[in-house]
């Protein structure tokens, strides 16, 4: 699959300042919404993925801390995103 908006890796990148960057949740929040508003719901070519990318924006934006977000739900929706658009290939 073409990947003319990097998608794959900015959501990779994206997973990654989630779970492992350094600083407080809020900061990593702050990030995570920057990354992903930064790449728009544009690249994802189905409607349920657009309404996913919507849902993750909101979800993040509501929330005051990472604590205060629902993580999981959050990690699998943005994985679910990943893995649809690298056609289920681990980014390398």
């Given at each position: 699959m073409k990947?003319?908006?990097n998608?794959?890796?900015r959501l990779t990148n994206t997973l990654s300042v989630l779970v492992?960057?350094?600083g407080d949740g809020r900061a990593r929040l702050k990030?995570?919404?920057?990354?992903?508003?930064?790449?728009?719901e544009d690249p994802f070519p189905l409607a349920e993925d657009k309404e996913k990318y919507?849902?993750?924006?909101?979800?993040?934006?509501?929330?005051q801390t990472?604590?205060?977000l629902d993580t999981e739900?959050?990690?699998?929706?943005?994985?679910?995103?990943?893995?649809r658009m690298s056609s289920n290939q681990l980014y390398v």
């Open positions: 990947d003319p908006h998608t794959v890796e492992s960057d350094i990030r995570v919404h920057t990354m992903l508003g930064s790449l728009g919507r849902w993750i924006m909101e979800g993040i934006s509501k929330a990472l604590e205060s739900l959050v990690l699998k929706a943005i994985w679910d995103l990943y893995w």
